[in-house]
């Protein structure tokens, strides 16, 4: 199905980069895509004769012109690509570049509609400095424009829905830079965010990110295209079903992928639905993990290991292992509270992980702060992370 409205351009041979994808992100950056993709080459042309330029930066002045002129460069080559493969566009894309309370966090704002993107994170890190997390962002804008009944607030809150937004907006970043990782050099404590091809499993891991992740996956393995993706979002269905029809093959995984579940019990404290515990020296809790029938033929050698989110162990919690898939977790330090993942693995992939949320009986009050900290949550649309991919140091 062609688009409605059509990404006009002057000449098309003088931005290669809009149709031949760059072997690598790190060919995206600001200098090599300002010089192949002149800033004025196209405009997008809405239902009326009123033409607008596709990326329009509120607070610019807090930017270095070279650098509001790359930034939007990336901008309208994704404008480009969603107008051309995934439906139409009719306003611009609008980011909010810092300067203002909204942009605290990298992230679109679906009420604001914008894309907020502070100038610099108390890491010294911006979003603005990877074409990769720009090209995820405004995916999700321009799904707002193309989709609107995809983007209500049910359909970017609820996990169940929001992994689609999430794993499409990286599977369409990855059309554009189709290379090995998202977001390479973006976070200070690791190489990258995300492996785009890897081998999640959407039933063993947590959040929309995470579950996003394996979809993209899913959709790189079986080698979807973006007419079938665009298909998927026409059929206004944000399941996994529908996602199925994509291809025979891809229907098949998912759902093998959908009979998997692994179940965690606790004991010797009582079982809470969201894994917070407060333990007490001299009470280990224990921790013991069951796999159903298809994720035992699935996944024969499937282990746990516990892990902080930077991909390293906890040096607050001792996780011994006092049978097969049974382990016990006491505290051994002063620390207060502790985000801690039971990641699942095959061999060296990995299938998933759950967060725990560890505590200090001891330190109770004081730590009381620190689960705000740990279990925030973002209403918006973010770029969002894997914890333990990308780790800092190779084990
Ligand atoms: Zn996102």
């Given at each position: ?103 605290l ?17 108390s890491d ?65 404590d ?76 606790v004991?010797n404290y009582p079982p809470s639905k969201i894994r917070k515990y407060w333990l007490d020296h001299s009470r280990p809790l224990?921790v ?18 516990w892990l902080r989110p930077t991909?390293m162990p906890s040096t607050t919690f001792r996780f ?8 016990q977790v006491s505290p051994i330090a002063e620390e207060k509270a502790e985000k801690v993942l039971a ?12 967060p725990f949320y560890f505590g200090n009986q001891g330190r109770r009050k004081s730590a009381q702060a620190d689960w705000a900290q740990l279990s925030n949550k973002d ?8 914890p ?8």
């Open positions: 199905m062609l688009p409605v409205h059509r990404v006009r351009s002057q000449d098309p041979s003088h931005h290669p980069r809009a149709t031949a994808p760059s072997q690598s992100s790190t060919q995206a950056e600001f200098g090599a895509t300002q010089a192949e993709l002149p800033v004025d080459s196209f405009r997008i042309s809405g239902g009326t004769a009123t033409p607008f330029e596709p990326c329009k930066i509120l607070g610019a002045e807090n930017l270095d012109p070279a650098k509001a002129r790359a930034v939007k460069l990336i901008v309208e080559r994704a404008v480009h690509h969603f107008q051309e493969n995934y439906g139409s566009v009719t306003r611009p894309v609008v980011l909010n570049v810092g300067g203002t309370e909204a942009a966090r990298t992230g679109f704002n679906l009420e604001s509609d914008m894309i907020n993107f502070p100038t610099r994170t010294g890190k911006s979003g603005l400095d990877s074409a990769d997390i720009i090209t995820h962002e405004v995916f999700h804008a321009l799904t707002l424009q193309a989709y609107p009944e995809l983007c209500t607030k049910d359909m970017t809150s609820a996990p169940e829905y929001v992994r689609f937004h999430e794993g499409l907006a990286d599977y369409f970043t990855h059309q554009l830079y189709p290379d090995e990782h998202f977001a390479q050099g973006y976070p200070v690791k190489p990258y965010l995300r492996s785009y091809r890897n081998k999640r499993r959407i039933s063993l891991s947590s959040g929309g990110h995470s579950q996003g992740n394996a979809i993209t996956a899913y959709l790189l393995k079986h080698q979807i295209q973006a007419p079938q993706v665009r298909a998927f979002l026409e059929r206004g269905e944000l399941t996994l079903e529908s996602l199925g029809q994509c291809s025979k093959a891809l229907g098949e995984d998912l759902k093998l992928d959908a009979s998997l579940a692994l179940e965690d019990k004991h224990q013991s993990f069951h796999v159903n029938e298809s994720l035992q033929k699935a996944h024969p050698g499937i282990q746990v290991e991909g011994e292992r006092v049978a097969d898939s049974t382990f990641v699942f693995k095959d061999g060296d992939d990995v299938l998933g992980a759950r209403l918006t649309l973010g770029v969002g992370g894997d333990y991919q990308g780790k800092a140091s190779p084990r």
